[in-house]
């Protein structure tokens, strides 16, 4: 596999988990249920999911940080 598809198999696992997350979270708010473990257990797995996502795409955009290679 090419880097490139590696970006994108590990991209689309990472933004499926964050949507799933997101959307049982959107779930609990349709059915005004905003606290309570099952809130709290979701809240919880989608800012994980988020910053999971986030951590990938700064990852991938700023490289490693021990390569001091500025040609990019």
Known sequence: MTTTDDFRVHAHELIRD???ATTQMMSLVSAHQLSGPE??????WQHEAYE???NYLNERS???PGNNDQSR
């Open 52 to 54: 999971r996502w986030m």
């Open 18 to 20: 964050l949507d799933a």
């Open 39 to 44: 809130w709290e257990r979701t809240t919880r």
């Open 62 to 64: 700023y490289g490693d």
